[in-house]
């Protein structure tokens, strides 16, 4: 379980939560809202680990019974609470939160409730949920997780404390795949790029084998699109065409590639490159296209992003994209 030094970023969310901790102003019920993938969880696992640590201070100490406990996911004082249904319910709320908080603590000074995906609660869970936040034992403090601020109900959200989680700065992230996750900097890189910040994304591409494979494609696809047949291209399309739910992906990673050509041609430098793994192919590719004709490529991969949320016909939108690339 993560403590508040592993968390990537969001330093300004980690001072304000040690604050109330160190000034004792620590409040019952807090809402994390950011999208998934944004660290919402490892903060609100870092935040109620402090909060149980035996040593009282603003950092979890790590070694103490209540950590080891936290650390292997059996503290009595920290609840998480379980969805089984599409939707969070009034009985999992009474069950797994209400009546519960009205029992004191075991062994710490607070009781924490995590309540992820708050977003599932029903009306009338959130209504349960209420009157216990509106008047909660003292030792109680209530870490909602949500993507959707408005699906929780103006009453809810006045009693808590909303705190926002924007993506974090790439580089920092990048940073964070190579020392802690051991990653080589290419992947690092490579996966810090296509996260837009959110480290949930960043880890799951980089140590994902789809992933992988999908970078691969596409790589075959840049790399040997000049040499490809008309049969070769058709294959190509439906390749990308099946893989509907990471097509938007896909088309990211070859926009970076060409935008790296663009960036390599304009400054014959190969120190900035995305795919430093890749700098000959992306050299040759300088060569050989205008800098008008790359920036047609990007433009055209940026639109057909966009173009995919409407009903658009894939494999034809495919087939144009790579026979635009193909031409000189
Ligand atoms: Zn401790």
New binding site residues.
Partial sequence: MASFRDIVGHEQIIRQLQNGIRQKKVSHAYLFCGETGSGKRLMADAFA??L????G?IE?????????Q?ESGNQPDLRAVVREKASLGVSEIREQVTSDAQIKPYSSAYKVYIIDEADKLTEEAQNALLKTIEEPPEYAVFLLLATKREALLPTVLSRCVTISFYPVETGKIRKFLMEKRKLPDYVAQNAAAFSGGLIGRAILFAESEDFFNLRQDVLTLVKNIDAFSMAEITEQVKKFAAQKEILSDALNMMALWYRDVLLYKATRNVNFLLYSDESEAIMARAEKQSYEKLQGVVDRMEQLKQRLKANVNTEMALELLFLFMKED
């Fill in positions: 680990k402090t149980l640590c035996e040593a201070g979890a100490c790590g070694t103490c019974k209540s950590c080891k936290a």
